[in-house]
């Protein structure tokens, strides 16, 4: 598997370190340049995103078809 460079998730930055994993085995990693620490899953969660944003959506369809029960 090659190695995927991983940026900031903030800052788009690349000067980002390893920091350590978390209990649940998730790489940690730090941002140089803006300081803030953020988790590996981030950076590979778009998939996720569109799920809960479909989620989310569906959620909101049930809302409506709900208020027009009433
Ligand atoms: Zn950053």
Redesign the pocket.
């Known amino acids: 598997m090659a190695f995927q460079k991983v940026k ?1 998730i ?4 690349e000067h ?1 370190t390893k920091a350590g994993r978390q209990a649940s085995k998730i790489q940690r990693f730090k ?1 140089k ?4 620490a953020f988790q590996e899953s981030y950076t590979n969660s778009g998939a996720k995103l569109q799920i809960k944003l479909l989620i989310f959506k569906m959620s909101l369809n049930y809302l409506d078809f709900g208020l027009q029960l009433f």
Not at 33 to 36: I, N, R
């Open positions: 900031c903030y800052c788009v930055g980002v941002c340049e803006c300081k803030k």
